[in-house]
């Protein structure tokens, strides 16, 4: 499981870089910073990562780590199932770092360019990237997201036949820590 997410991971992280590049945007973060938006994570694969990734951390930094998730879910899920978003910093970020940012997931890893995603017999859905990138004033460099989905949905497949975990997953980062 860990080298087939492993190699999916770095392949996404090199092509966000290199698109990037050729936009010459540098992330150095914002006022509007993604750690703060209500992102929703649907695979228990990726959910496995990143908690593998935290079980590597010490347990001082783990128990802070989980203080702040839990105070993430009773902010954002006051009264309210399905959550509202509320800006409120990942438990995972600190002063402006991700604390497990080589195990962060998908999305973590996506955000921020213009996309496209596209289904079959479907328009492709388009993202125009984040504020910080003015990406508007610039010409659209084709970054599809497709093949990266197509991707995580095979590696989900086989980790939930292999795991027995075959439940719908929707998840914030805060909720994957804190249940197992
Ligand atoms: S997992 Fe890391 S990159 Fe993703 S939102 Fe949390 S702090 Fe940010």
Redesign the pocket.
Known sequence: MKTSILILYQSMDETWNKIAALYQFQCTGCEDN??K?L?FHHTHVEKAY?RHGFEQLGSDKKNEILSRAENYCQQTFIKNETGKSRKIM????EKGR????PY??M??RLHGLPHEIRKPGCSPLTGKGCSAGRFGDKAYITFDRTPFYQDMARIEADYRQTSKKTCKMKET?AQMLLSP
Do not use: E, G
Not at 90 to 93: A, G, I, K, R, V
Not at 98 to 101: D, E, I, T
């Open positions: 993604c750690c938006s992102f990143l990942c438990p995972l970020n991700c604390l497990l940012y962060r997931p999305i973590c980062v």
